[in-house]
């Protein structure tokens, strides 16, 4: 069983930068697609990136240009390197797996964008 842990959250400038990773324990992780997911205040959950087992990966629009979704399968870390931070993009930051799966939602971590 699966644990996964946020962090790379903080407080940012509009146009900065950060890089989130989250770190799965477990055996599962490399067959899996995983994604981040991030939940705005008074918003639905969504998801913005995700990424295969082969490395293939997605985006929602919005940060298209902008976010990069990367895994490390020997470690079992997935990464999301954010740039060009926009006010929007403040939210709280999970990743999961793709489909989520419910009991594997941890605290995230928080990103703020702000000036």
């Known amino acids: 069983q699966v644990q996964l842990v946020e962090s790379g959250g903080g407080l940012v400038q509009p146009g900065g930068s950060l890089r989130l990773s989250c770190a799965a324990s477990?055996?599962?992780?490399?067959?899996?697609?995983m994604g981040w997911y991030r939940q705005a205040p008074g918003k639905q959950r969504e998801v913005v990136a995700t990424i295969t087992r082969a490395r293939s990966t997605g985006y929602v629009d919005s940060v298209k240009g902008r976010f990069t979704i990367s895994r490390d399968n020997a470690t079992n870390t997935l990464y999301l390197q954010m740039n060009g931070l926009k006010p929007e993009d403040t939210a709280v930051y999970y990743c999961?797996?793709?489909?989520?799966?419910?009991?594997?939602w941890g605290q995230g971590t928080q990103v703020t964008v702000s000036s």
């Open positions: 999961n797996f793709i489909p989520a799966r419910f009991g594997y």
């Open positions: 477990g055996s599962i992780f490399a067959s899996n697609t």
